[in-house]
């Protein structure tokens, strides 16, 4: 299907019928898988064929999907993981261990601030957190011999900065590492990194891609085009022998494969975060219209953001897809048909005029979520980021007053006359 349009893939990728099979992805709702000599399971159990055994390492649903996802990302392979937030911790995970260091753009979502600053440094594994829109030298110094990637999300949650993909990749590669980008809130349906030069792409498939707030579920994409071999003292869980597999070494054995492949036999097998094939099955309902739905989130979005941007009471917007943002310039190359459906405003006056605004809408709710069918409203200050002080929220590029609305495919008078009523409330 890599030849396709991305709506076509969106329909169609993934699961291709043969004749008499199930027009729809079948649900294979099955933990093992049945064969007829034992010598056919060893043979999958050494990697050495390609087969399902055990639904925790592979099942034919979730491969199916996450075939879809990676032809939609122009990547050569992806997994799906039981969340985002496994995703993330896969990703990188996957090429670090105790002893090594991380650098990170600051304005990432707040689960993955945690992961990165509290959890990775648990096992070993520092991260420098840099500011995407510092110079090249300000951001190159935080690397350092024992550095093993770099990361940022295409359209930062819940700021809505854009990441210069681009200049973010040539850093990387300049230091011989990865660049690694959570394209969560853009979907390959708006942008795919990788043409950008981001070497692995992860996803929340929770959000847009399921779209309809029905399974929490990740992905992690490999373009295939980072090699492992040229920094291979970097990289000696992809190219030197890995004891648990008979001393078989990845880059070698599965070349363009051997991220996937790597983070599969070895993360999936000790550590589970398995998608259920159930969720599989719905994330690929979802995507069959990611592309239209998108179209929709970002129309709506792009009319509430002018509302905002030319209302009296309002402080602030952050939507780069309006022309005075800081970040319509970016936006304009990496996204020029759309980003999201998230903006980040801020009322004028106080923190509690801004609960006041939230508690009076009526038809847009208050959900500990974003970027699905319904619009909702969130205040991370009080909410996603609560364990955040308000000088770490600053260093996260969140302001204390912002205020997350994700725009959903609602009649949108509706949506503004509700914004309308809340404003006057306040
Ligand atoms: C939600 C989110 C995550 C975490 O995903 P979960 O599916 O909630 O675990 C990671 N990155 C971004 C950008 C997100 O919005």
Redesign the pocket.
């Known amino acids: 299907m890599n030849d396709k349009n991305t709506g076509t893939i969106c329909v169609q990728g993934g699961w291709q019928p043969q004749n008499g099979e199930p027009r729809q992805l079948p649900i294979y709702q099955s933990t093992t898988f049945k064969y007829d000599d034992s010598e056919q399971m060893a043979r999958l159990f050494d990697l050495e064929a390609n087969g399902y055994f055990y639904s925790r390492l592979a099942n034919p649903t979730n491969d199916a999907v996450a075939r879809k996802i990676a032809e939609l990302e122009g990547g050569v392979a992806a997994m799906l993981t039981s ?6 911790f896969f990703a990188v995970f996957n090429i670090c261990e105790a002893g090594d260091h991380i650098v990170s753009a600051n304005t ?2 707040g ?2 601030y945690n992961l990165f600053g509290v959890t990775l440094k648990k096992m070993g594994i520092e991260c420098t957190f840099v500011d995407p829109d510092a110079d090249d030298s300000v951001i190159e110094a935080a690397f350092r011999p024992n550095t093993k990637l770099l990361f940022g ?1 295409t359209i ?2 819940p700021g809505g900065n854009v990441l210069d993909i681009e200049r973010f990749a040539h850093i990387a590669h300049r230091h011989g590492v990865p660049l690694i980008v ?1 394209n ?2 853009a979907t390959p349906v708006n942008c795919r990194p990788i043409e950008w030069g981001a070497d692995i792409v ?6 847009y891609m399921d779209g309809h707030a029905s399974a ?3 992905c992690v994409v490999d373009s295939g085009n980072f090699d492992w071999f040229a920094h291979a003292d970097k990289f000696p869980g992809l190219c030197t022998p890995d004891e648990s597999y008979h001393g078989l070494t990845y880059a070698t054995a599965f070349g363009k494969q051997a991220y996937i492949t790597k983070a599969t036999a070895q993360l999936m097998r000790d550590l589970g975060a398995a998608q259920s094939p159930q969720s599989a099955y719905l994330l690929n309902i979802g995507l069959e219209s990611l592309h239209v739905r998108m179209q929709r989130h970002c129309e709506n979005a792009q009319k509430i953001a002018e509302f905002l941007h030319d209302h009296p009471q309002v402080g602030w917007v952050n939507y780069a897809h309006l022309p005075d943002n800081k970040y319509y310039p970016l936006a304009k190359k990496y996204l020029p048909n759309g980003g999201c459906g998230v903006i980040a405003f801020g009322l004028k006056g106080t923190r509690e005029d801004a609960i006041r605004f939230m508690d009076s809408l009526k038809l847009i709710s208050i959900v500990t979520h ?2 699905d069918a319904k619009t909702c409203v969130l205040h991370p200050a009080s909410h996603t980021h609560r364990q955040l002080t308000d000088e770490q929220l600053r260093a996260a590029g969140i302001a204390p007053d912002l205020v997350r609305l994700s725009v959903g495919l609602e009649d949108i008078s509706d949506l503004l006359a509700d914004l309308r009523q809340a404003m006057a409330a306040v």
């Open positions: 969340s985002g937030q496994a995703a993330t990432i979502y689960g993955t999300e930062s949650n959570d969560t809130f992860t996803h929340s498939t929770t959000k929490v579920g990740g974003v970027a």
